[in-house]
């Protein structure tokens, strides 16, 4: 059975940083692409950052989060980790890591690219 679980969401004041994980099982792991997708109130899911397989390692991130969050993942633990720094309000949402094993690279931020999802953990910014 595949398996995401998110993990390290929380409250916190703007310009503060959270580290979100996610714990995977069921499935290949070194094969597969994870993303982090967010949907905040009233809004479309969307994708924050993506990195690929390992043998590609290549990574992506929405223009809102460049420079700002950093994805990484730990192929011995099956871990993806999401570290977000100097967060805003804006950042508050719900955010879900979703995989795949086949990703067109241009296609990364689509919520239909991805057969697996976790169910998600909130993260909520203060001003």
């Known amino acids: 059975e595949v398996k995401l679980v998110e993990s390290g969401g929380g409250l916190v004041q703007a310009g503060r940083s959270l580290r979100l994980a996610c714990a995977t099982s069921g499935f290949t792991f070194e094969d597969y692409a994870i993303t982090w997708f967010r949907q905040g109130p009233g809004r479309e899911r969307e994708g924050v950052s993506c990195?690929?397989?390992?043998?590609?390692?290549?990574?992506y991130y929405a223009n809102s989060v460049k420079g700002r969050f950093t994805i990484s993942r730990d192929n011995a633990k099956k871990m993806i980790y999401l570290q977000m720094n100097n967060l805003k309000p804006e950042d508050t949402a719900v955010y879900y890591c979703a995989a795949t094993a086949y990703l067109w690279a241009s296609n990364w931020h689509r919520t239909d690219e991805y057969n697996y999802w976790g169910q998600g953990t909130q993260v909520t910014v203060s001003s």
């Open positions: 990195i690929t397989h390992t043998r590609d390692g290549a990574t």
